[in-house]
């Protein structure tokens, strides 16, 4: 399974951003896998953002981006996405995509099967 992250950019504050995840697999779907973001601050410990079930919708966020951010995913285009809006300086990290075998344990790094390479997000004030 291979995975990468784009749309990472350079935002002011309150603007709004999307992120792309693209899945890259060869002997099982997309949907197979639970899916979600992870992001690291400088200086920061990377940290949980927001997973997504495989074939469900069940969704879990962190507290810090509960109500501004977004998580999608489409099986068939094998990409997952996080719509990011009302960006905060305190968002600023580099945000990597991640995918596990259940959707309950990627709230935590221990629960993540894959990783994906970075993109960064930074939040001007």
């Known amino acids: 399974v291979q995975l990468q992250a784009f749309g990472g950019g350079l935002v002011k504050t309150g603007a709004s951003l999307r992120l792309s995840c693209a899945a890259s697999?060869?002997?099982?779907?997309?949907?197979?896998?639970?899916a979600g973001w992870f992001r690291q601050g400088p200086g920061k410990e990377r940290e949980f953002v927001a997973a997504m079930a495989g074939r469900s919708s069940t969704t879990y966020y962190s507290e810090s981006v509960s109500g501004r951010f977004t998580i999608s995913r489409d099986n068939g285009l094998s990409t997952m996405w996080l719509q990011m809006n009302d960006l905060k300086p305190e968002d600023t990290a580099v945000y990597y995509c991640?995918?596990?075998?259940?959707?309950?344990?990627?709230?935590?790094?221990?629960?993540?099967?894959?990783w994906g390479q970075g993109t960064q997000v930074t939040v001007s004030s």
């Open positions: 991640a995918a596990g075998w259940d959707v309950g344990p990627m709230r935590r790094s221990s629960g993540v099967a894959y």
């Open positions: 697999l060869r002997t099982f779907g997309f949907g197979a896998l639970a």
